[in-house]
């Protein structure tokens, strides 16, 4: 099919592979402009650096509702349009110029998590399950009709994993739909069990030691690798970057922020082991190296 690739991050990146190596004619490929990074200078997107390796046009357009805009992506003369987080809304012209649509892969099992921060959102609500679903897009926020499904247990897998992982089954998915697409007969979302993965905003990556053991290491794994978890301890910020929990029943009782025996933090409910952590201005470091430069005792409250 003669397509248009449109994303941004490293997670659209498998996608475009694959569909390059599926022997599919991308016509052109969508990303968002190069943004500040690297101390300011101006970096273009995975996605991006990607196209231009496979020899891809790329076009950067800060917003797709100008009509010479419309107007370019409708003589492109695509059969379909496939879409991976590329974070521009998409007019109802560019939705419904190719013959065959714009096609959403979603890292949810929709209609849960329909938003920015579907792995996140998943990994902070406890979601024992998670994956990929190919949609075909339409006005509303990830509401049109579904077109395949594939599904993963979440374990304890960071937002990092997770990400890589639902990359390449959202990859293979989204061409197996395409060899099938005459005979996939969309399957309209239920309207039950709708919920929303809201943008995290930098102020959740607070860890609040009053929340339960099992939610503090949960947001320590839906926020890795960024923004980061992040506790204070003798006025320093530093990252937690991987803690595992042990219930209150094993250990001694204190207050929520307490050191205790065996390098532990109490929770709300249980306590807290950190394993990997990173203060701020250094690398990441094991936790019982931090906990011996820090010379902190059982007793004492972060």
Not at 166 to 174: D, E, I, K, N, P
Request: hydrophobic share 45%; with cysteine; aromatic share 4%.
């Amino acid at each position: 099919m003669r397509i248009a690739f449109m994303g941004t991050p490293d997670f659209a990146v498998a996608a475009l592979d694959a569909l390059v190596a599926a022997g599919h004619d991308v016509a052109a490929v969508y990303t968002q402009p190069p943004r500040p990074a690297n101390r300011g200078r101006l970096t273009p997107s995975p996605v991006h650096v990607r196209a231009e390796a496979l020899g891809l046009p790329v076009r950067t357009p800060e917003s797709l509702k100008p009509e010479t805009e419309k107007a370019a992506f409708a003589a492109l003369n695509l059969d379909v349009a496939i879409v991976a987080a590329y974070g521009l809304l998409l007019p109802m012209a560019i939705l419904d110029a190719p013959p065959h649509g714009c096609i959403n892969i979603h890292a949810s099992l929709l209609p849960r998590w329909r938003g920015a921060a579907p792995i996140q959102r998943a990994i902070l609500a406890g979601d024992i399950e998670t994956g990929v679903t190919i949609m075909q897009m339409e006005r509303g926020l990830d509401t049109g009709p579904m077109l395949a499904k594939s599904r993963v247990p979440i374990g304890t897998a960071t937002a990092g994993d997770l990400t890589s992982t639902l990359a390449s089954l959202g990859a293979q998915l989204v061409v197996d739909v395409l060899e099938r697409l005459p005979a996939v007969h969309p399957q309209p979302q239920p309207e039950d069990g709708v919920t929303y993965a809201h943008k995290i905003d930098k102020s959740e990556a607070r860890i609040d030691w009053a929340d339960s053991a099992d939610a503090i290491v949960r947001r320590v794994r839906a926020l890795q690798p960024s923004p980061g978890a992040w506790f204070e301890a003798g006025g320093q910020r530093v990252k937690l970057i991987a803690a595992e929990e042990e219930p209150r029943a094993d250990i001694a009782m204190g207050a929520p922020g307490t050191i205790l025996p065996g390098d532990r933090i109490a929770a709300g409910a249980g306590a807290v082991r950190p394993l990997v952590v990173q203060p701020e201005g250094k690398a990441r470091m094991p936790a019982d190296a931090w906990w011996r430069g820090r010379r902190m005792m059982p007793g004492d409250c972060l």
